[in-house]
């Protein structure tokens, strides 16, 4: 398996133009394990769980596609951006960006009415004595929370809004100690995917959402009065008549069996006109740690390579059928057999046979 090391450098944490996405589900962890298991097993199980919002994703393509920037205040300034995931609704305008002042609104954006008086930072007062409303053109930043993020979006999008922010407000378990909950709230396995609600075909603004442990120090800067100006900014698609899209799987995820099936013919039809990239999801064993100080693996078989590379155990069973290790193998075989019989035409008969018609299928 030394391949793996050399693949998974290829991960890419950046969406493509044209994504077209399909996000499966891995099984939790199940309590009932063999009483064989050993205790600092079971707290390297729990740890790969809590680790599965933060997979290593093995591909073979990746594109940036947009950019967050803080240009003011400059201590928030950072080279490369913020890290920060993109609506699956809303017109990007491709090529583009949109440069402007933030406000931070002090309600969810759950309610149809916008007073776009509130909010930080404070503005003076107009003759009514009211403070004056948000000055457009604007970009709002609101707290995750309360209603759906199309809801959110809509809501700020007809009281003016250029684009909106959505500032998390629950950290995710692999930010560690970068990130600090409230009291009482727990951390999030999974990143949050800022989806349609099946009502955002209205929307025509952009969002982001913005990760807790950088999303705090921006509202703090909001709340203290201090004027924040924030880019997002899109990559221009490149300019061709062919279609790019992305497939995130398993080897054994149900839904994902099916899909493969059923689009086969459809993913060969397209030929050229089209660009499909295959990833699988493996989990960083050190991170979760799955591998010990002697470099000895510590989850048992969930985990190739003395515990570097893991996944979870899609029957639950340590000790008989499937096991995550197996996973993690059947994953990189298909890696392989995508790069060389699918990377060059983005088509892949050849992997699409494969997943079809293998015993795991």
């Not at 509130?118 to 000055?135: H, N, S």
């Not at 960083?284 to 515990?307: F, M, P, R, V, W």
Request: charged share 20%.
């Amino acid at each position: 398996f030394f391949a793996l090391e050399a693949i998974l450098a290829l991960q890419s944490k950046k969406r493509s133009f044209g994504l077209v996405a399909w996000h499966t589900r891995w099984g939790t962890l199940g309590a009932n394990r063999p009483a064989k298991m050993t205790s600092f097993r079971c707290m390297a199980l729990a740890a790969i769980t809590a680790l599965a919002m933060k997979p290593m994703v093995a591909n073979a393509a990746g594109g940036v596609s947009s950019k967050l920037q803080i240009h003011i205040p400059k201590t928030l300034t950072r080279s490369d951006g913020y890290d920060h995931r993109e609506a699956l609704f809303g017109v990007p305008p491709y090529g583009g960006s949109l440069q402007q002042s933030l406000f931070y609104a002090d309600s969810d954006l759950c309610d149809p009415n916008v007073d776009t008086r509130k909010g930080y930072p404070i503005r003076a007062k107009g003759e009514d004595g009211q403070m004056l409303p948000w000055p457009s053109p604007y970009i709002v930043m609101v707290d995750r929370g309360g209603c759906t993020f199309v809801q959110k979006v809509r809501n700020a999008q007809r009281s003016g809004a250029a684009g909106v922010i959505i500032a998390d407000n629950t950290c995710l378990c692999s930010a560690g100690d970068a990130c600090y909950s409230d009291p009482g709230v727990d951390c999030e396995t999974r990143e949050p995917i800022m989806a349609d609600d099946g009502s955002g075909s209205d929307i025509s603004i952009p969002s982001f959402l913005m990760f807790k442990q950088d999303a705090d120090p921006v509202k703090a800067e909001l709340m203290a009065n201090h004027m924040v100006r924030i880019e997002m900014a899109w990559a221009l698609p490149s300019p061709d008549d062919r279609v790019e899209y992305e497939f995130w799987t398993t080897p054994t995820d149900l839904v994902a069996k099916d899909f493969q099936k059923k689009f086969k013919d459809a993913a060969l039809a397209l030929g050229s006109r089209a660009y499909f990239t295959p990833h699988m999801y493996i989990y960083d064993g050190i991170k979760s740690g799955c591998q010990g100080a002697d470099g000895e693996n510590q989850c048992y078989t969930l985990c190739t390579n003395n515990g570097r590379y893991c996944a979870t155990d899609p029957d639950n069973d340590l000790d008989e059928g499937i096991t995550g290790a197996d996973v993690v193998t059947e994953s990189l075989r298909r890696i392989c057999i995508w790069k060389h019989y699918g990377l060059d035409d983005g088509v892949g008969p050849n992997w699409w046979e494969y997943v079809n018609t293998s015993w795991w299928s």
